[in-house]
């Protein structure tokens, strides 16, 4: 087509659209008259249209260079057992296409058009990690500006690899990895960028991110390797994305609870330790945990072994120990009532110790004694110790066969079985008062830790 002035003295304007190949010049002059009351006639564009196969630069010795920024719009899942992270991503590309200007003042006054991106040649931008399919939507446009700069948006969901590391759940932070690299070109045919700062493009995320769910962002950093793959060189931007769990829906549905029975379990302590009701009150406990730990499974990761498991496996042992020293003394109670062991000699020198005034062992609460100097009386359902002895008046009180001799042997003998009940007694409070410390010292690790893991 010639360009010129029409005749009649009609208005006609000529967009110039220049189409440079590799060694090779060509303008192309296309009449764009009536844009500005028709809109954009498609076939101006239709020789950049035809040429979409090639890379649009002027020499191909020169690599196109084609910026690349993100914007993290959500985080929608994140699978431990698979390793994979889910996200929404709004991926904004940006290079110069040599092929496409014009002059805004000759044509209308457009400085920017809008062009179907199946029409155009796009980068082949790919994310390494992506373990998906492309997804984008059909029918997403180019902006173009009159000196040929492509504007490239569209969303994408993402689902890449993830190295997690569960340990620290329900306060893990995971760093994950968005490589935009490109899967045909090497550094001699196409060079990556960016056109925001990696701040704004934080800032931009933390603004927009729409879920309020499990996770929050916390930062994004950037690297500039390169990837070489045989004797290409590939350019590539690595960006390194860190999101943090929100632990407060497992503190309330599994530390709390957990950390309430623990305490139950504790205070138990305060009732006798021969108590009838102590044992099955244990066990009911006992059960109780194991339920909450079948109804809260889900919750827990499906893989590796976290801290929070080990925490309820400690919880599960120490209520399992407990249950097994409170049937340990009711059997002790028993043995007293009848015909009580002899106790190891480093077993009575443990109970001198730990009775001495000097030592700082106490008993267990709600006792009601001062050190182990316990009486048999403290054991419920045994008989006194004047009981153990049949009572004979002292008029009488002369032996079987009236001998003074004997009757003093039975009461050594009886005085010597009493003694030994109130060692095993003082053994088993001192067990008692060992495990409620323990109680204790779990209690007081197990607060400090999760204080600790919740604010760093």
């Known amino acids: 087509m010639e360009g010129g002035w029409p005749a009649g003295g009609g208005f006609l304007l000529y967009l110039t659209v220049n189409l440079l190949l590799p060694g090779k010049g060509d303008t192309f002059t296309i009449n764009c008259s009536g844009f500005d009351q028709h809109g954009v006639d498609p076939a101006a564009f239709q020789a950049v249209f035809d040429r979409k196969a090639f890379r649009p630069v002027i020499n191909d010795s020169i690599p196109t260079r084609v910026n690349i920024s993100f914007t993290l719009s959500a985080i929608l899942e994140v699978n431990a057992q698979l390793q994979l992270l889910t996200s929404f991503l709004w991926m904004n590309l940006m290079w110069d296409n040599a092929f496409i200007s014009w002059n805004p003042e000759e044509c209308a006054s457009i400085n920017k058009l809008t062009v179907s991106a199946e029409n155009l040649w796009l980068p082949d931008i790919f994310i390494v990690e992506s373990m998906d399919v492309d997804r984008a939507p059909p029918g997403l446009t180019v902006f173009v500006s009159s000196e040929g700069q492509m ?163 400690l919880c599960l042992s120490l209520m399992v120990i407990s249950l097994l020293e409170t049937i340990f003394i009711i059997h002790l109670s028993h043995m007293a009532t009848t015909q009580p062991p002899p106790m190891p000699w480093w077993l009575h020198s443990l109970l001198l110790n730990c009775a001495s005034p000097r030592k700082c062992c106490t008993t267990a609460p709600g006792k009601g004694n001062k050190g182990f100097g316990l009486t048999l009386t403290h054991l419920h359902g045994m008989k006194k110790p004047v009981e153990l002895v049949e009572k004979v008046p002292g008029t009488r009180g002369t032996g079987l066969n009236g001998c003074p001799g004997s009757t003093r042997v039975q009461q050594e003998d009886e005085a010597q079985k009493q003694h030994l009940v109130d060692l095993w007694v003082q053994f088993s409070h001192m067990m008692d008062t060992l495990l409620f410390c323990l109680y204790l010292l779990f209690t007081a690790t197990s607060i400090i830790t999760v204080i600790v893991l919740w604010n760093t």
């Open 151 to 313: 504007t490239y948006d569209r969303p994408v969901r993402v689902t890449s690899i993830c190295n997690l590391d569960i340990f620290y759940f329900p306060f893990d932070q995971q760093n994950c990895t968005f490589t935009f690299s490109s899967f045909l070109y090497t550094v001699d045919s196409m060079l990556l960028g960016m056109d925001k700062e990696v701040w704004e493009i934080t800032d931009t995320s933390r603004n927009l991110i729409q879920t309020q769910g499990e996770w929050e962002l916390l930062g994004i950093n950037k690297a500039t390797p390169k990837m070489l793959v045989g004797s290409n060189l590939y350019d590539q931007i690595m960006f390194y994305v860190a999101i943090r769990r929100r632990p407060s829906l497992y503190i309330i549905n599994l530390l709390v609870p957990s950390g309430f029975l623990v305490a139950i379990d504790a205070l138990s302590f305060y009732l006798p330790a021969e108590s009838e009701i102590r044992a099955p009150f244990k066990i009911t406990l006992l059960l109780g945990y194991n339920v909450f730990l079948l109804m809260m499974n889900d919750l827990l990761p499906a893989t590796g072994t976290p801290l929070i498991s080990v925490y309820f496996a």
